[in-house]
């Protein structure tokens, strides 16, 4: 049977009960009444916020008044369909945050639902039932088969408990209790019986420690720090060019009125209102394909850092192994052969009760039917006392014998063992525990006769048969997994070599003192939690630790589990995934649930976030490059030339030609990293600045061909100007949807390439027709696209530069740009070579 799991007091029944002011005799109704009204409920604390101030704060902040604010300027202008589209998706972005923040209320109410809703009392002398709310410290209890312990409590009187606390500490067997020991909120009692004392209640139980983890858990999304660094970025430019476009025209006399109306306009183009929308709509569809891969994401924030993620933290119980006791090759002695031995131990089992062990010796029995021909006359069940079972059998000829199995060293004890049989069974024994197996001794008795050893029995929780496979392929794409288990370091440590992830396996508690605050540990604790493969004999609290202690080293961190025990862990990670057959806890606090058996599934998941983050990246690339085009442009050509290069209308069209079909590149082809991926702003903001530099040149250049040798009116030069601005903004994105050159695979989707040919054929028809524009030649036309494909090699030419500056510590990429460089300076490369 399993043991006490590490850290449970140990203190003298009297000392427990004087803490408590209890007395064997429990409390009176009065005494339990006054120490409920001063301690509170034996239930977790509820803090409840209107659900209308929540929802306006999602109103609030940087990104929101950026866009309350461009709504607010279209009001006084009067341009409603703006004002309309804006508040739109202001609205959209806000009903995203505000449904994501009810994970943390549901995580808290699905750790309510485990509780006890009854108990048994002992009050004013008498059993009866109370509600478990009631309950206060120095209650005395009653826990029996089946009963869900209400509050931490200590045993006082009773032969033995079992208790599946598996969901709490993460220990694969039933725990088994004796006088003095502490039994958990929210444990299940398996077996026995016991009298307890209660010590803690409500929030103040291990059940209740954990819970409050969750609550307070939480890793802020990397996601939104890259759309608030990108949207700052476009809102100082918007406003600096603005101003010098305000100050300007009031300097050359202008009306006010039309010169606002038309910065409006400018900065509505420019901020990236939409940007939030399609980022998420990005990651929406995305969440809808890893759900075909049963995998489902609540929230969406998650794919981005699990494309980033390089540590995976991972439960052992149910996660990394089977959560099934499995029988391992019998060691026989007396038994003849090992089919013997089996169906010994078996005989000294008792299916109705349930017992892990006695099941996963029943089931390993090849023939069912040799229990048949014999009869079970008397049965004593495991207690912690004596460590073994033992059972009286007749066989089918009318003869009775005793079978017993149980801890080795007892049912050794029971047999006269010769010094090598002894020695043997000693080595066995030391062997097993050494790889992390349980072993159980078995002995036979004839009559009145002596007990003679029949062999070892050794039992463990295997592996998955994908957990190899999945760990493997997780070190392929970058990722270390560590394992994180309630288990003793033995079990760990052979679980661990058996699945590849190395030896260095240490308990926790050598990292964490008790009662310290986990989430403060030293740097060099952290650094030694970086270096261990894994952790053993772990408590909730160490979980949620360990992945704080992993992100403070600057590691994207997974955390994946299915029980009580890991929610708290699973909230704080960057990416909590809760496996299948999670308890309501795991799943609430979770980032994404697995709904099929296994691990593989991270992996493809990991796949799939990683191309989404590719997607999200090209198009933030391409929305900054746009902007400093547009911007840019606009202000210098009216400082230059004196004249609005484009109307507002045409900033208009602009703006749904280029923004409202950018949706589909959601479904675009996209290069798969083998490394993990961040945003790297230094990347995306220097690339976004060197593409819009070089539109604003190659729009200059094609408006002085306009202007001075093809000598246009105003009306056609805006026009001209308009059509570049189009048809090159799509080019644009297939220049920043890959670090390659752009006709190298990953191809653009169809529907990207579509939805460019259809918005670029409309900008055309508008300049070659008269549509809303002046009309220009249509040999005009030809030379306008002519001009943006030269300019297009220029720009990627450009690109396949900045990255080869910015990216050659990229072991992917380092081959690649390193040609690159070699063909851009051949003089240096001749003289450097690597």
């Known amino acids: 049977m399993a043991e006490q799991p590490q850290g449970a ?255 409006l306009i400018l900065t509505v183009a420019a901020i990236p209102v939409a940007m939030p929308a399609v980022l998420s709509v990005t990651m929406a569809v995305g969440a809808l394909a890893l759900s075909r891969l049963r995998a489902i994401v609540s929230r969406l924030e998650a794919i981005e850092e699990m494309a980033g993620m390089d540590i995976l933290c991972s439960d052992k119980t149910g996660t990394l192994t089977q959560n099934r006791l499995t029988l391992g090759e019998p060691i026989v002695f007396g038994a003849g052969d090992a089919a013997g031995l089996l169906l010994l131990g078996a005989l000294a089992s008792k299916a109705e009760d349930r017992d892990a062990i006695d099941l996963a010796i029943l089931d390993g029995l090849a023939d069912k039917k040799a229990l048949a021909g014999f009869t079970q006359t008397s049965f004593t069940p495991f207690d912690p006392v004596g460590k073994r079972t033992e059972a009286s059998v007749t066989d089918a000829s009318g003869a009775t014998f005793a079978v017993t199995k149980g801890a080795p060293q007892v049912v050794m004890g029971l047999c006269a063992l010769s010094a090598e049989d002894a020695a043997r069974a000693d080595a066995a024994v030391e062997g097993l525990a050494a790889k992390g197996s349980r072993t159980l001794g078995v002995a036979r008795k004839e009559g009145e006769g002596t007990w003679s050893f029949c062999g070892i029995l050794p039992l463990s929780d295997p592996p998955r048969e994908d957990s190899a496979a999945t760990i493997a392929k997780a070190g392929e794409h970058g990722i270390a997994v560590k394992m994180v288990t309630g288990d003793n370091t033995a079990i760990a440590r052979e679980i661990s070599r058996q699945l590849g992830l190395g030896d260095r396996i240490v308990p926790a508690g050598d990292f964490f003192a008790e009662g310290a605050d986990v989430s403060r540990l030293g740097a060099d604790v952290e650094a030694r939690i970086e270096s261990a493969d894994g952790f053993a004999q772990v408590f909730p609290e160490h979980k949620y630790g360990i992945v704080k202690a992993l992100q403070n080293r600057g590691h994207l961190v997974g955390m994946t589990g299915d029980g009580v025990n890991d929610a708290p862990a699973l909230k704080q990670a960057d990416v909590g995934i809760a496996v299948s057959g999670a308890t309501d806890a795991a799943r609430a606090a979770a980032d994404l649930v697995l709904t099929a058996p296994g691990l593989s599934v991270i992996v493809e998941a990991v796949e799939y976030a990683r191309r989404i983050f590719e997607r999200m990246n090209s198009y933030a690339i391409y929305r900054i490059t746009e902007t400093i085009r547009i911007m840019l442009f606009v202000v210098l050509a009216i400082l230059v030339y004196d004249f ?105 989707a169809p529907a990207m390439v579509w939805s460019a040919l259809a918005t670029k054929a409309l900008a055309t028809a508008c300049v070659g027709l008269g549509w809303f524009v002046a009309a220009i030649p249509w040999e005009y036309v030809g030379l306008i696209w002519a001009y943006c494909i030269v300019w297009l090699f220029i720009e990627d030419w450009a690109k396949l530069v900045v990255y080869g500056h910015l990216a050659m510590d990229r072991p992917a990429n380092r081959r690649f740009f390193g040609r690159v460089n070699r063909l851009l300076h051949p003089a240096a490369a001749t003289t450097a070579r690597p």
Request: charged residues 20%.
């Open 9 to 263: 007091p140990r203190k003298p029944l009297e000392a427990i009960l004087k803490e408590a002011r209890a007395t064997p005799a429990g409390l009176t109704a009065a005494e339990a009444a006054k120490r409920l009204e001063a301690g509170g409920p034996n239930a977790l604390p509820e803090k409840k916020v209107n659900p209308l101030l929540r929802l306006f704060g999602y109103f609030w902040g940087p990104i929101p008044w950026m866009i309350e604010a461009a709504a607010a300027l279209s009001a006084v202008v009067g341009h409603w369909a703006d004002l309309t589209i804006i508040l739109v998706l202001l609205v959209f972005n806000a009903a995203i945050g505000f449904f994501e923040e009810h994970k943390a209320e549901n995580a808290l109410a699905a750790l309510k639902k485990q509780l006890a809703l009854r108990a048994r009392a002992l009050r004013d002398g008498a059993w009866g039932e109370v509600d478990a709310a009631a309950l206060v410290v120095g209650d005395v209890v009653r826990l029996r088969l089946g009963d869900v312990i209400p509050a931490d409590a200590v045993c006082l009187e009773g032969d033995y408990l079992s208790v599946d606390q598996a969901a709490l500490t993460g220990e694969s067997l039933p725990v088994a209790k004796k006088v003095g020991d502490t039994v958990y909120s929210g444990a299940v009692a398996k077996q026995g019986e016991m009298v307890a004392v209660v010590t803690a209640t409500g929030a103040n139980t291990f059940f209740g420690r954990t819970a409050r983890l969750v609550s307070t858990a939480g890793a802020p999304s990397h996601f939104q720090k890259a759309v608030m660094t990108i949207g700052n970025y476009l809102i100082y430019l918007t406003l600096a060019m603005v101003a010098v476009l305000i100050l300007v025209g009031l300097d050359r006399g202008e009306k006010l009125l039309e010169l606002a109306q038309f910065a």
């Open 644 to 748: 609005y290069p484009i109307t507002a209308v045409m900033i208009i069209l602009l703006a749904l030609l280029n923004d409202v079909p950018i949706m589909t590149i959601a479904y675009d082809n996209t290069y798969l990293d083998p490394n993990p991926v961040r945003w790297d702003m230094r990347r995306v903001l220097t690339l976004s600045t060197v593409l819009g530099v070089i539109g604003v040149v190659e729009t200059f250049g094609l408006l002085i061909l306009a202007k001075t040798y093809l000598k246009l009116d105003l009306a056609q030069i805006q026009s001209f100007v308009f059509l570049k601005l189009a048809v090159a903004g799509h080019l644009t994105l297939f220049v920043a949807r890959s670090r390659r050159p752009f006709w190298a695979s990953p191809h653009p």
